[in-house]
């Protein structure tokens, strides 16, 4: 399974980014993708996430209202929607692919992870 993200920069705070996310080789037992994001010193955070051919998606209040997970069908890249951007949101972002065991804004169903695209907000 291959993730790679894209997408990333530097923003000022109020601007809008799009991360995306190719996803590639998966089994069928990946059902599910996420967005997560660390910034230094903190741990790693879910923020979104939906099962791989959409339905509904589940957000961390932070990014509720601002972020917006998307796909358009299972072979289509993963993409993230992020408006009204704010200093708080800066972090390194991943997105992830797994499949059960427990929710899907935790790390626990996630088994495949990409490396990840910066995001600055200034």
């Known amino acids: 399974v291959q993730l790679v993200e894209s997408g990333g920069g530097s923003m000022q705070a109020g601007g809008s980014l799009r991360l995306s996310c190719v996803v590639s080789g998966f089994p069928y037992t990946v059902y599910r993708v996420g967005w997560f994001r660390q910034a230094p010193g903190k741990t790693r955070e879910g923020i979104a996430c939906?099962?791989?051919?959409?339905?509904?998606?589940y957000y961390a209040t932070s990014v509720m209202g601002r972020f917006t997970i998307s796909q358009d069908s299972a072979d289509s890249p993963l993409y993230l929607q992020m408006n009204a951007l704010e200093s708080d949101d800066s972090a390194m972002y991943y997105c992830a692919a797994g499949g059960s065991g427990g929710s899907c804004l935790t790390s626990q169903p996630y088994a495949y992870w990409g490396q990840g695209t910066q995001v600055t907000v200034s």
């Open positions: 939906q099962n791989l051919r959409g339905g509904r998606a």
